[in-house]
């Protein structure tokens, strides 16, 4: 039997590339099982004494963490943008909805996690009393698409409530989740109680194996996996996942504005947002007028790859991406779809940039019919009426958001009551985001569990019920 001359090496480490020119910008030590297990047993040890602390003193870091992230913000701007590709302004998105995370849990978070009386099983001789207990070790595992915002946002409310951290970013974009560690750290944090594994899929499976709670955002596909390596252990998990989001446009609506609502909803961070819009259900009184506004503002946007503010879209994270991408574009016009704007690959921009694209005439047996493009790239309607578009927009496995216009406020509202999903702009598409005191997550295939609010700070701990007899 014939040996091979050499095994294959495993890979030591992630070489991080920017996707917008193909220069190699860093590289991270990947970490072995043993490295997983070991940050997760040093993040234990240095729990117990953080959840003893008050909430104040925690809430304290939170308000630091806040003027430092804004005061580094160009640090923090230079190192998303190269890792991602994207535009400054998207990576803009990034840090001020960290400061805004940290600003709200710092001011909030106190009432949120003070517990509260419940109704005595008898009254005068019982009492009850619900009181709220970090669950310990948080495991965060996140996607490449907002690098900073969530690798460290959900992270936030997970140390105020008394936990330590272990985060397992995008094998694609790991330096900005350093980065934002380094920033803790310098707010006076524990070095154990927030720690960075780096690498692959493999390493957020270990860190499931290990830790006491898990928050994955990323892909439908890799959030079913997640869900059952979670239920093996019966810990708890929350799980944010992808979108094939609609806007629909009625009778009355504003039709600029609501192609302004377009640009921000379907372009913004080229595309690659889970509440993105990529489906535009258009009522046929102002289909025409709406397609010409959201077409000719399309066509004006500012494509390349620049440190500066002046250019609205970047690049796509890869050339893989770029390539499924453009695939589903290749996919539609192949089979009849109509190009209204965009459409082409830009390869003499740099490796993974797409233009932005809208389409019409987009039929089920077209790849982007249905399945998430996660790109610029948007598929316009024309419908009869309000009925006709909530068919359409709910005839979706995703369920996260969506966006409705019209002149009929009455309309509108009760259009948005009947969408199946987590969340709905009226008159608006992204705001959800920054909406920090409403929960944010997604119905069907789009996951389990919210972020922000109240809810999104006691998901992190466990409810204890301490009833007491007052007889004795
Ligand atoms: P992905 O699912 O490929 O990866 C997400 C993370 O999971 C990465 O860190 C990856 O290394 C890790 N991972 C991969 N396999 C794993 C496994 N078996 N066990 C544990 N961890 C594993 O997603 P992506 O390509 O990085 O991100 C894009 C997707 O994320 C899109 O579908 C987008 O809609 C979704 N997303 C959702 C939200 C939301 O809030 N709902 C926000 C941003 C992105």
Known sequence: MSMPLSTPVAERELEVRNPATGERVGSVPIASPADVE??????????????????????ALLRRYHDLVLDRSDDILDTIQKESGKARRDALLDVLSVAGTARYYAVRGKRFLAGHRGRAAAFGITSARVVYKPFGVVGIISPWNFPFLLAIGDALPALLAGNAVVLKPSELTPLSAELGRRLLLECGLDADLFQVVQGRGEVGSELIRHVDYIGFTGGTA??????????????????????????????????????MGLIAGGYNNTGQTCIAIERVYVQDSVYEPFVKAAAARIKGLKLGYSSGFDLDMGSLISEAHAAKVSGHIDDAVAKGAEVLAGGHRRSDL?????????????????????????????????????????????DSDYGLNASVWGGDGRVVREVSRRLETGSTGINSTLVIYHSFDVPMGGVKASGLGRRHGRHGILRYTQEQSIVRSTTV
Do not use: C, H
């Not at 993040?43 to 909430?55: K, L, P």
């Not at 869900?227 to 446009?249: C, D, T």
């Not at 740099?350 to 089920?364: C, H, N, R, S």
């Not at 019919?369 to 068919?391: I, L, N, Q, S």
């Open 38 to 59: 070991a940050a997760v047993a040093r993040a234990r040890a240095a729990q117990t004494q953080w959840a003893n602390q008050s909430v104040t003193e925690r809430a």
């Open 222 to 259: 890799t959030g079913r996996k997640v869900a059952l390596a979670a239920s093996e252990r019966l810990i708890p998990f929350s799980l944010e996942l992808g979108g094939k989001n609609p806007m629909i446009v009625l009778d009355g609506a504003p039709v600029e504005k609501a192609a």
């Open 350 to 394: 740099g490796p993974a940039f797409v233009e932005p694209t809208l389409l019409a005439g987009v039929t089920p047996s077209m790849k982007m019919f249905k399945d998430e493009t996660f790109g610029p790239v948007v598929a316009v309607y024309r419908v009869r009426d309000a009925d006709e578009a909530v068919r359409l927009a709910n």
